[in-house]
C-alpha cells in the first residue's frame, strides 16, 4: 500500500539532489526481556528493503522504550550506512510534548540542518520548556465528560482531547477524560448516574442521527444542573435542539439532517443550499469571520469582538427561529459580519454554557490553548471548587 509514496519519494531525492532532501527513517527497536537486549535485526532489514526501492536513509530514528546502547547504535550506523551521530533515539517520554526536547537533546535538528546544507541560528526552546515546566507542576485535576456516538474509537476526538489538555496545561490542571457513549444515556436518570461525577460536559461534531437524543439529554442536564457545558459544531446544533424543546416547548425540535420533513426544524439548510443534489457543495468549509456580540462569556474569552475560526458542517442555526429563541434567553453570542449566520449562541449567566458552530479545536496548540477551551476548563475548576461530593447533582439523583 506504501509503494506509491515511496515511489514517489524516491522521485523527489532524484529530482531535487541529495543536498535538498533528507531522508528520516523510523524504525522500531524491539525489546526482548528473556535475553535482556534490544534488537538491531528489524532495523537493518527495513533499512535494507528501502534502499533495494532506490531510497537511502540519511538519519535513522529509533523507536524503543529505554535507551538501546551505544553498542547497538553503532552496529546499526555500520550496517545501514548512516553516520554515527545519524542514529537517533526517540524513547518514550512521560509526556508527548517532551520529545521536542529529547531530539534536540540527541542532535536530530543539527544533522538535518547538515544534511540539507542550512545555516541555522542556534536553537531557542526556552517557551517550549516553560511548557513543559507547567506541565509537571499541575495542582489541580478536573475531570470532563466528552459525551459522543464514536468514544470506542478515542482518536475520532483526538483534536478535542488535545485542546482540553492544552487548556488544562494553561489553568495549572490535569484534565481527565470520561468517555460516554451518548446511546447510552437514555433519560436524565441515566445522565445523572454517568456524569454526575463530570465538573465539566463537552459535546463535539459528528455525522449521522445515532446517538442524538442521548446528547440532548446530555445538554438538558447540564443545562438544568448549572454544570459547565460546551457543543462544537454538532454539539451547538445539539444545544438549540435541546431548548428549544424544553424551553421553547416544541417537543418535536430537530434538525433537518434528522427530520426532514420536521415541523420544528431549529437546525437546518439555508435556503441557498436548499435543492443542491451534491451535497460537498453545501458544506462551510475553512476558515470563516465571526463578530462577537459585546458583554458575552465568549467575547470575555477572546478578549476581542473579531475572530476567524475553521469550520466543517453543512446544517446552520434557523433564522426563522432567531427572535424566539432570544424572547426565551438564549443569547446569540456570535455571528457572520452581515449577521446572517448564527455562530455561536450562550446561556446568560452561567460561567460557562457556549455552543459553537464553528471548530476551535483546529487552533489550539500546546503552548496557546484556544480561548474557548481555556475558559472552558477554568469554569469546570470554579464548579468543582464550588461543589462538594455531598451538593453533587448524582447524589440527588439517586
Not at 534502499?51 to 535513522?60: D, E, L, R, S, T
Not at 548512516?82 to 529529547?102: A, F, G, K
Not at 432567531?322 to 449562541?345: H, M, N, Q, W, Y
Amino acid at each position: 500500500e506504501s509503494q506509491p509514496f515511496l515511489e514517489a519519494i524516491r522521485q523527489v531525492g532524484l529530482e531535487q539532489g541529495p543536498e535538498n532532501c533528507c531522508y528520516i527513517h523510523v524504525v522500531l527497536v524491539p525489546y526482548i526481556s528473556g535475553s535482556d537486549e534490544y534488537k538491531s535485526k528489524p532495523a537493518q532489514h527495513s533499512c535494507k528493503e528501502l534502499q533495494g526501492m532506490g531510497i537511502a536513509p540519511n538519519i535513522i530514528v529509533l523507536r524503543a522504550d529505554g535507551p538501546v546502547g551505544n553498542d547497538i547504535k553503532r552496529k546499526i550506523s555500520m550496517f545501514c550506512n548512516v553516520r554515527p551521530d545519524c542514529v537517533i533515539e526517540n524513547l518514550t517520554m512521560p509526556s508527548l510534548y517532551e520529545c521536542p526536547l529529547m531530539l534536540e537533546t540527541a542532535g536530530l535538528t543539527n544533522v538535518v540542518a547538515r544534511q540539507l546544507h542550512l545555516q541555522t541560528p542556534p536553537t531557542d526552546l526556552t517557551e517550549w520548556k516553560e511548557l513543559i515546566s507547567r506541565i509537571a507542576t499541575r495542582s489541580k485535576t478536573c475531570t470532563i465528560a466528552l459525551v459522543g456516538k464514536y468514544v470506542k474509537l478515542h482518536d475520532a476526538y483526538l483534536s478535542v482531547m488535545e485542546s482540553l489538555y492544552h487548556a488544562g496545561f494553561e489553568n495549572e490542571s490535569k484534565v481527565n477524560i470520561k468517555w460516554v457513549d451518548s446511546e447510552h444515556l437514555v433519560d436524565q436518570n441515566c445522565c445523572a448516574e454517568e456524569l454526575g461525577d463530570a465538573d465539566g460536559i463537552i459535546v463535539p461534531g459528528g455525522f449521522g442521527d445515532r446517538g442524538i437524543e442521548g446528547m440532548i439529554q446530555a445538554a438538558q442536564y447540564a443545562r438544568e444542573n448549572h454544570v459547565p457545558y460546551f457543543g462544537i459544531c454538532l454539539g451547538m446544533q445539539i444545544m438549540v435542539m435541546e431548548y428549544a424543546r424544553n424551553v421553547l416547548g416544541y417537543a418535536d425540535a430537530n434538525s433537518s439532517e434528522f427530520t426532514p420533513e420536521g415541523h420544528h426544524n431549529v437546525i437546518d439548510l439555508m435556503p441557498d443550499q436548499q435543492g443542491v443534489e451534491t451535497k460537498g457543495g453545501t458544506m462551510r468549509l475553512g476558515k470563516y469571520p465571526c463578530t462577537i456580540t459585546p458583554g458575552t462569556r465568549m467575547a470575555e474569552c477572546y478578549g476581542t469582538l473579531n475572530i476567524d475560526e475553521r469550520h466543517r458542517h453543512r446544517y446552520e442555526f434557523n433564522n426563522e427561529f432567531r427572535a424566539e429563541f432570544e424572547e426565551k434567553g438564549l443569547v446569540i453570542a456570535g455571528t457572520s459580519p452581515d449577521g446572517r449566520l448564527v455562530e455561536a449562541v450562550e446561556i446568560p449567566g452561567r460561567d460557562f454554557h457556549l455552543g459553537a458552530q464553528f471548530h476551535p479545536e483546529f487552533k489550539s496548540r500546546p503552548n496557546r490553548a484556544h480561548p474557548l477551551f481555556k475558559g472552558f476548563i477554568a469554569a469546570a475548576l470554579k464548579y468543582q471548587s464550588e461543589h462538594t461530593p455531598t451538593d453533587h447533582p448524582m447524589s440527588l439523583g439517586e
